[in-house]
């Protein structure tokens, strides 16, 4: 059965259909993506069965631009009646076959590809919102998120409140006539509290506003947003998409109607992919599952080792008991990933930076859910600059370490974990 929908959606999305046939693709692929697994997905969605020169990868086509046969074809092309690719600002081949791999995993109509995860909600706000308009933040987020609405929107005259995370009320109350969109990530980074989508959409709809996710943190494997309700889920290919810790590639899935103008404008900035970039994207997708599954138990047992462990003062995750949204996250998750945030108890800094460096499997380095564990402390990362009370209001401490779990044997982690605990 799954096979022949695999036919069947393949045959449908070779990139040289005409547009009345790609209407039919999505339908078709929207079909496919709700009978067919995650792996299944992961592996052959939005791929054509049959592609140039036999060959069973995509092609790196490398063409700034894309020729016409004739100024007759150009005027089929504007009037919409071929579908084909026109300059290499507007997209390119490689990136359209993950665009629709993509949006089969989310669940979605549609997903617009960018050259990083901040170029993607950049070019998402720009596009929706216009000076005098408001949107609302939960605190908890991607430090250079806040960085660009307070700093950078505010210039443009949009107004952005932050309340604190999973405080609906608080949610409720910022809103108001000029409020557009309400924002937040799930899991947050890098405190991991999981949002109830449900009542986050339910606010949405009350107040007739979008709702934008950054799914970052969980992926598609294990929860999508579509499926809730929300507007735009918004993810850091950068991290589990591609996995390998070798690409930055940002993705903005949702309806094709909400996604039209955002399409548009992407066009006009010109943040988007290489076609190099999204080979690699693509080839990384294909063991997405079977990463996601290793992420998830090594997160689960890692985190279990650390809360178990004397030296350790709190552990933040959300397969554990103990954390304030295991409910929510039981209760709406498949796993709950690789990343997971700890205090090292009765330790200052340096005594937390010592425990870093005597690490010998993570390596030290920003970023997340790729197939080398990393570690790094947040003070030290992304908040140095910061003062001491806007660490405190961000919750970011002293004593604090995140840990991105890869897909390395757990029981290596744990002894790694567990001598660098005693140095
Ligand atoms: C990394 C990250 C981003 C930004 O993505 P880039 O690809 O680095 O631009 C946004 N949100 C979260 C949760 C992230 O981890």
Known sequence: ??????????????????????????????????????????????????????????????????????????????????????????????????????????????????????????????????AGDEIVFFDQCYHRSREFCAKHLARFGVVTHQVKTGDFKAMEAAMNARTKMIVSESPTNPHLTVIDLEQFVAIGKKHQVETLIDATLATPFNIRP????????????????????????????????KLESVRKLRGILGGINSPHNMYLLERGLKTFALRMQRHNENGQRVAEFLENHPRIERVYYPGLKSHASYDVAKRTMKGFGGLITFLVRDADWRQTAAVIDACRIPRIAPSLGGVESLIEQPLVMSYWDYSPEDRLRFGIHDNMIRMSCGIEDADDLIADLKQALEV
């Open 226 to 257: 579509i499926e809730y309700g929300v507007d735009y889920v918004w993810h850091s290919a950068t991290k589990y998409m591609g996995g390998h810790n070798d690409l930055l590639a940002g993705v903005i899935s949702g309806s094709k109607e």
């Open 1 to 130: 059965m799954e096979n022949a929908a695999i036919v069947d959606h393949s045959s449908n999305v070779s990139p040289s259909n005409s547009s009345a046939d790609s209407s039919a693709t999505s339908s078709s692929q929207g079909e496919f993506a709700k009978r067919a697994g995650f792996s299944t997905l992961s592996v052959h969605a939005g791929e054509a069965r049959q592609k140039p020169n036999d060959s069973i990868t995509d092609s790196i086509c490398c063409a700034s631009t894309y020729t016409f046969e004739s100024t007759q074809g150009i005027l089929d092309y504007i009037e919409q009646k071929q579908d084909r690719e026109e300059y290499g600002r507007y997209g390119n081949p490689n990136e359209k076959v993950v665009e629709r791999k993509l949006a089969a995993l989310d669940l979605a109509e549609d997903a617009i590809l960018y050259s990083s995860g901040m170029a993607a909600i950049v070019g998402l706000l720009m596009a929706k919102l216009s």
